[in-house]
Antibody, heavy 123, light 111 residues
């Protein structure tokens, strides 16, 4: 079955760039039925949608993060990516990648999640 | 501050029924966007529990049910079990923010 796995540095210095990769296995990222997303969860807090991408490269970002976020996709490797810059201590969180399932626009659920990866921001 | 509101916590004894509310507005739940619920067990990734307001994905016990009316939705857990102790999040889309939004989460404690 489809699986997602996040990878990347667990420690990022303040003002630097957070870069994460989500590898999709057991299915194609190029499926026309799905979008792909990044979600973060600061320690002890709730979930926040960061942004989403379609296999064609169309992106949609949380307006509160838009100026600092870039999400991209590589269909040849079945991966999509998150870059967040510059980071501050407030960006320390568990970062999840997820699939947005089939549904009408705006009604898609995050139906498959990666296990998450913890990112600490510290010098 | 989230545009969706949930109670911080609910609790119940084993076997009891508990409900979690999720209140939004005309720019999200009330705009007709479907409402989804997620269960997050301690130390794990969230799992889709209810999709499209009322639908359980395969493998989700029928003890979990969802409903929606107007600008609010609810998740009900009947026959509460110890393994249901988790955080529960509602999620929708907000057309004022042009993005997906989550509620702040509700911690369910089994007494």
């Amino acid at each position: 079955q489809l699986q997602l796995r996040e990878s990347g540095p667990g420690l990022v210095m303040p003002s630097e760039t957070l870069s994460l990769t989500c590898t999709v296995s057991g299915g194609s990222i190029s499926s026309s039925s799905y979008y792909w997303a990044w979600i973060c969860q600061p320690p002890g807090k709730g979930l926040e949608w960061i942004g989403s991408i379609y296999y064609s490269g169309n992106t949609y970002y949380n307006t509160s993060l838009k100026s600092r976020v870039t999400i991209s996709v590589d269909t040849s490797t079945n991966q999509f990516f998150l870059q967040l810059t510059p980071v501050t201590a407030a960006d320390a969180a568990v970062y999840y990648c997820a699939r947005l399932g089939e549904a009408a626009p705006g009604s898609r659920p995050f139906d498959i999640w990666g296990q998450g990866t913890m990112v600490t921001v510290s010098s | 501050q989230s545009v969706l509101t949930q109670p911080p916590s609910v609790s119940g004894a084993p076997g009891q029924r508990v409900t979690i509310s999720c209140t939004g507005s005309s720019s999200n739940i009330g705009a007709g966007y479907e409402l989804h619920w997620y269960q997050q067990l301690p130390g794990t990734a969230p799992k889709l529990l209810i999709r499209g307001d009322t639908n359980r994905p395969s493998g989700v016990p029928d003890r979990f049910s969802g409903s929606k009316s107007g600008t609010s939705a609810s998740l009900a857990i009947t026959g509460l079990q110890a393994e249901d102790e988790a955080d529960y999040y509602c999620q929708s889309f907000d057309n004022s923010l042009s993005g997906y939004v989550f509620g702040p989460g509700t911690k369910v404690t089994v007494l």
